[in-house]
């Protein structure tokens, strides 16, 4: 089976850094992505990793290790409009069929 | 460039009556194509998925369908609602045979049912 796990929550300050954790059990693994998805809309794509390492993008980063399931998101410079669920989703498969496995996100807060 | 598009944006239905929810891809061809729904608070769980034209497979059991009658237009149906079908209806599609394409929502139906 497919298990991804985030935090429900986090709350942080306006202008501060925030890391955004995430573990997977897969019974595959060709990739992981982040989306973003503010309250009442649809989720936006914002990263992907198939390797180890960092991927940089702008003010977001992700980081993966593939050999401990784990991923993280790092939100810089936070900004009041970064308050949205984030969402952490395992693509197991290598078929055409790309199906993706989403955790229930985490919601961050930015307060001022 | 490519662009999806799901309607309609809200819906109140009552219990017992039929569904239809449709989405159309614009800008690409042969794309793969999703239905996902989330319940409040929670992630998406992932519902009916195509490959292809009359190509569906189902993930859970369940008293909705789908349907592909052209390349790039999904369907979600259901002959009679339940209350437990009430939430967040998404439809997305993604490049077929790409493991790095993201997946590409619409802007998603609020589905009540009562």
């Known amino acids: 089976g497919q298990n991804i796990d985030q935090p429900t929550e986090m709350t942080a300050t306006e202008g501060a850094i925030v890391q955004i954790n995430c573990t997977y059990q897969?019974?595959?693994?060709?990739?992981l992505f982040w989306y973003q998805q503010h309250a009442g809309e649809a989720p936006t794509f914002l990263s992907y990793?198939?390797?180890?390492g960092l991927e940089e993008k702008g003010r977001f980063s992700s980081f993966l290790s593939r050999s401990k399931g784990y991923s993280y998101l790092l939100l810089k410079e936070l900004q009041m409009k970064d308050s949205a669920s984030y969402l952490c989703a395992v693509r197991p498969y290598n078929t055409n069929a790309g199906k993706s496995t989403f955790g229930d996100g985490t919601t961050l807060t930015v307060k001022p | 460039s490519q662009t999806i598009h799901q309607w309609p944006a809200t819906l109140v239905q009552p219990v017992g009556s039929p569904l239809s929810l449709e989405c159309t891809v614009e800008g690409t061809s042969n794309p793969n194509l999703y239905w996902y729904r989330q319940a409040a608070g929670r992630g998406l769980q992932l519902l009916f998925y195509s490959v292809g034209i009359g190509q569906i497979s189902s993930e859970v059991p369940q008293n909705l369908s789908a349907s592909r009658p052209q390349d790039r237009q999904f369907i979600l149906s259901s002959k009679k609602l339940l209350l437990s079908d009430s939430g967040f209806y998404l439809c997305?599609?993604?490049?077929?045979?790409?493991?790095?394409?993201?997946?590409?929502f619409g802007n998603g139906t609020r589905l009540t049912v009562t």
């Open positions: 897969t019974s595959g693994f060709n990739g």
């Open positions: 990793n198939v390797l180890d």
């Open positions: 997305a599609w993604s490049v077929q045979a790409s493991t790095n394409s993201p997946l590409h």
